[in-house]
T-cell receptor, first 113, second 118 residues
Framework: GENVEQHPSTLSVQEGDSAVIKCTYS??????FPWYKQELGKRPQLIID?????GEKKDQRIAVTLNKTAKHFSLHITETQPEDSAVYFC????????????FGKGTMLLVSP | GAGVSQTPSNKVTEKGKYVELRCDPI?????LYWYRQSLGQGPEFLIY????????DSGLPNDRFFAVRPEGSVSTLKIQRTERGDSAVYLC????????????????FGPGTRLTVL
């Protein structure tokens, strides 16, 4: 089955800096890669996703890049704000059937004012 | 509109007891997923429903776990003879259509049920 590795496990940045979280996956058939943000005690919330027919997607301060050859994808957050502090999870799925998600272990992002 | 809801939000039970966890998906969503999240980990897949049928239950850890979705909407996850290792947050997610790919398979999560087995 699919295996997703996520790094780093914790990331501390100053407000205004950029943050990058990286994930690798094992199943070359995976073609759907969402990112979820989870605040303490809250539900995971989708912040951005990418499908394997594109290499990069951007939404305001958030961007995701995908390298299918190397089987890795990354989340980039620019101009970080304290409210970006949360745990971020990457996931992968083979989406032509149904999209059972395999998640990474998460990255705790701390943005200091 | 209303998102995915789950009840109860917290459940404390004793080892060996039976528990039921409920999920109300977003109205009109045909696909429903159950995941389990242990402390400090990402969610792990348990079971997937397309309509009323369990299309994939490969993530259920053993036969003490069972889930139903009799009318294709609300789902109940049932755990028999609970063990301390079952303690976790049980998350439910739904998507508009799980089978076609494209953008209709985006999963929206509920707030979870925190299960504690003493």
């Amino acid at each position: 089955g699919e295996n997703v590795e996520q790094h780093p496990s914790t990331l501390s940045v100053q407000e205004g800096d950029s943050a990058v979280i990286k994930c690798t996956y094992s199943d070359s058939a995976s073609n759907y890669f969402p990112w979820y943000k989870q605040e303490l005690g809250k539900r995971p919330q989708l912040i951005i996703d990418i499908r394997s027919n594109v290499g990069e997607k951007k939404d305001q301060r958030i961007a995701v890049t995908l390298n299918k050859t190397a089987k890795h994808f990354s989340l980039h957050i620019t101009e970080t704000q304290p409210e970006d502090s949360a745990v971020y999870f990457c996931a992968a799925a083979f989406s032509s059937g149904y999209s059972t998600l395999t998640f990474g272990k998460g990255t705790m992002l701390l943005v200091s004012p | 509109g209303a998102g995915v809801s789950q009840t109860p939000s917290n459940k404390v039970t004793e080892k060996g007891k039976y528990v039921e966890l409920r999920c109300d998906p977003i109205s009109g969503h045909t696909a429903l997923y159950w995941y389990r999240q242990s402390l400090g980990q990402g969610p792990e897949f348990l079971i997937y429903f397309q309509g009323t049928g369990a299309a994939d239950d490969s993530g259920l850890p053993n036969d003490r776990f069972f889930a139903v979705r009799p009318e294709g909407s609300v789902s109940t996850l049932k755990i028999q003879r609970t063990e301390r290792g079952d303690s976790a947050v049980y998350l439910c997610a739904s998507s508009l259509d799980g089978e076609r790919g494209g953008t209709t398979d985006t999963q929206y999560f509920g707030p979870g049920t925190r299960l504690t087995v003493l």
